[in-house]
């Protein structure tokens, strides 16, 4: 496709439940990023992937959240055992290389309930 | 602590002036900035970037602006028009680091 894709566009779960969600980055793109933003708050980096490694996880809130990529191209975050702070909007974003603009798909709307 | 801040929530322009959006950072490492697009129910859309060797650049009505010793960067969009009406973020980033730090956005209003 001609831009970031991600699936689904809203997840309704019970609190205590696992999910996953999906991003598909734009051809080509070497670098994928997942960011969330919660109610009110701004965009809040969570992982940066470079082909398929992670060199860095720092935004990561607790070890319930986990991220892989495969492929050198779809990645999935994984959230165990969702709490209701967990609840936000979760951006996933692509660039053809390290350094260069970041471009974003339209997010998953994640709730909690 | 708030390494970005935009400290306009919201902005109302008429159509056809100039708009201005200002954002403030407080570390002098950052040196790659980026103004991003929101529209409700969508991804931030790229807009505009520079880096910290410039002070200036432009595209069409878009022009950022940097002031490195302020830690200070704006963004015009002239003229502006009623499509602009959306939510405006600033990003910043340590070459290197990939992460960007967003700040909470401004609100910006063109109206006709």
């Known amino acids: 496709g001609a831009g970031v894709s991600q699936s689904p566009s809203n997840k309704v779960t019970e609190k205590g439940k696992d999910v996953e969600l999906r991003c598909d980055p734009i051809?080509?793109?070497?670098?994928l990023y997942w960011y969330r933003q919660s109610l009110g708050q701004g965009l809040e980096f969570l992982i940066y992937?470079?082909?398929?490694?992670?060199?860095?996880k720092s935004g990561l809130p607790s070890d319930r959240f986990s991220a892989e990529r495969t492929g050198g191209s779809v990645s999935t975050l994984t959230i165990q055992r969702t709490q209701q702070e967990d609840s936000a909007v979760y951006l996933c974003?692509?660039?053809?290389?390290?350094?260069?603009?970041?471009?974003f798909g339209d997010g998953t709307r994640l709730s909690i309930l | 602590d708030q390494q970005v801040k935009q400290n306009s929530p919201s902005l109302s322009v008429q159509e056809g002036r100039i708009s201005i959006l200002n954002c403030d950072y407080t570390?002098?490492?950052?040196?790659?900035f980026l103004w991003y697009k929101k529209y409700p129910a969508e991804g931030p859309t790229f807009l505009i970037s520079?880096?910290?060797?410039?002070d200036k650049n432009e595209d069409g009505r878009f022009t950022v602006f940097l002031n490195k010793s302020a830690k200070h960067l704006s963004l015009h969009i002239v003229p502006s028009q009623p499509g602009d009406s959306a939510v405006y973020f600033c990003?910043?980033?340590?070459?290197?680091?990939?992460?960007?730090?967003f700040g909470q956005g401004t609100r910006l209003t063109i109206n006709p």
């Open positions: 520079i880096s910290s060797i410039k």
């Open positions: 974003a692509s660039s053809f290389r390290p350094n260069q603009p970041q471009h």
């Open positions: 051809s080509g793109h070497t670098a």
């Open positions: 570390n002098s490492m950052f040196d790659y």
């Open positions: 992937f470079q082909g398929n490694s992670a060199p860095d």
């Open positions: 990003a910043v980033s340590i070459q290197g680091a990939q992460k960007l730090v």
